[in-house]
């Protein structure tokens, strides 16, 4: 009596975002809860300065300022915060467990990160990767912090 | 400045080094600003785990408050709570509210919701008015009492009237999803055609 098929209901606002965004541009997987200092969200090569409800899409360049902080949560729960001068991007992120498309990956290339792991790593631990220029980080649900020195 | 920041760290790290080493410790944390990562309690009391994969090897640490180079070259060490403050301070005061998960049951094959769950809209509310930029998903789900077409449609009815509850406050949020599991996501796993109260319910998450 397993039955599969999701029946989704997005909200009007949303399927008018979708139908007058441009090609590039895709769905929200996360969103910018907390910002301080100049913090930017890069999408298809145009930054935009980060505040509250800022979406966050596949390919996002997350970057703050030398004064900068901000705080990120996806749709999985995950929960991240980054500290003054640090970048890092979003390479890829499934998050539709009914199906079992489950992955995060991410780099990092400088500055300091909080990660709250989120539904994703719990369901699928082997799906989630943070890339840095000296070594590569796994979790297996997991509160973590992580400093990279830019190389 | 930033040089200054730099050799200040420099100085500080290589003092915790000497003492530590001074104390005995089998492996020092290491002199000078590097890429490492630390374990954290997480915010439910457990403890996880990370594995760290570079050129020099591969390092799996399980102890909270233990850190090790992100190259795997050194065995897990200790790290103090004054260079968790140092190198983490802003990071950990920039981390959002985490997100918050409700569960709202209801009667029968209805969209009512029992007298004890009603109770706890106030707190929903509470939590999407306490939030900068709330999002917000809905999940509506059914016993297995009933066909597996009509649990999709109360599903989702029963998810929609919990989203009609955000809106009738007043509450603006950023982004909201309402989705019905129907039957296909129990709770509690029973026979079809199965009367359960634990599985009629909606799971709301605020985040």
Known sequence: MKFLALFVVRSTMLMLMAATTPAWA???IGFVKTVAGDSTVTDGGKAVKAVPGTPIRLNSVLKTGAKGTMGVTFKDNQVMSFGPDTELTVDEYLYAPAKGDLKFAASMSKGTLNVVSGVIAKLKPEAVSLKTPTGQI???GTNYVVRVEPQ | ????RQRWQLLTAGLLGSVL???GCATPPPAKPVSYAVLLDNPDGTTGAITLTGAAGQVLVTRAGFGAMLDG???PYSVDQARLNADFGAVLAARPHLPVTFVLYFDGTSTTLTADSKVLIANVLAEVSNRAAPDVSIVGHTDTLGSIESNERLGLDRAQAVAKLIADAG??????SVVSNGESDLLVKTPDETAEPKNRRVEITIR
């Open chain 1, 26 to 28: 895709q769905e929200a």
């Open chain 2, 21 to 23: 080493l001074l104390a």
């Open chain 2, 73 to 75: 070259s050194a065995q």
């Open chain 2, 171 to 176: 509450l603006k949020v950023i982004d909201l």
């Open chain 2, 1 to 4: 400045m930033q040089r200054h």
């Open chain 1, 138 to 140: 796994g979790v297996r």
